[in-house]
């Protein structure tokens, strides 16, 4: 596994386009900067945006993902000021993909995404809370577990298997160099029960391991 330390000497938005920028020169499937953003972005700061899109996080819908239009990126100064960055690696992208990703106590210590691959780069900024993750480097046929705490930055290669575990409430954030193709949330309201629920990711993570096998 490819991990960083924060360079004091640079700032932040530098901090993070070294990190993607050389996994990729290596063709890495990821890497880490430990540490890289930290005590920038609480809670409340994912409060006050929720508020101002009345997000249904908080109430009965089950809402876990929230795009940041490009005029709400004042609510994360500093996270424009990283996507700025970014973009400039990406070619100008005309439509990069900023969200926030959340999970309250109904999913610690258990999948919120099954297994399963984006189509773009992805950079995931841990702002509170705590996520193992467990990401898959199909070249060497090796599965990592990593866990991401409060600052600490995920870059990961666009098609890379990912799997993630809250290991309390949190709150990210993410940028995607190309408009997100959506990994379809799941209501737990639909299932019946927390066992039914839990089969279902499981035949899904399966599903995904033999789409690997056949080389899908």
């Known amino acids: 596994m490819y991990e960083q330390i924060k360079d004091e000497k640079l700032s932040i938005p530098e901090n993070i386009t070294n990190l993607v920028l050389e996994a990729k020169l290596k063709n890495l499937p990821f890497a880490v900067l430990k540490g890289g953003v930290k005590n920038i972005f609480s809670k409340e700061d994912f409060d006050k945006y929720n508020e101002h899109i009345k997000n249904d996080f908080y109430s009965q819908t089950y809402k876990s993902r929230a795009v ?8 994360f100064p500093m996270w424009y000021q990283i996507q700025k960055a970014l973009i400039k690696i990406y070619g100008n992208p005309t439509k990069p993909y ?34 193992e993750w467990l990401l898959v480097d199909v070249e060497k046929k090796e599965e990592h577990r990593i866990t991401m705490e409060p600052g600490d930055v995920l870059y990961m290669r666009g098609y890379t298997l990912h799997e993630t575990v809250p290991l309390s409430v949190r709150g990210s954030l993410v940028f995607m160099n190309l408009p997100l193709e959506e990994f379809p949330e799941i209501d737990p309201q639909t299932f019946k029960t927390e066992e039914d629920l839990e089969e279902f990711k499981r035949k899904q993570r399966l599903e995904f ?8």
């Open 68 to 75: 940041i239009e490009e005029e709400d990126l004042k609510f």
């Open 98 to 131: 900023n969200s926030i990703m959340q999970t309250g106590e109904y999913a610690i210590d258990k999948v919120h995404a099954s297994l399963h691959r984006d189509r773009s780069d992805v950079v995931h900024l841990c702002c509170y809370g705590t996520v």
């Open 209 to 216: 391991l033999d789409d690997l096998e056949k080389g899908i």
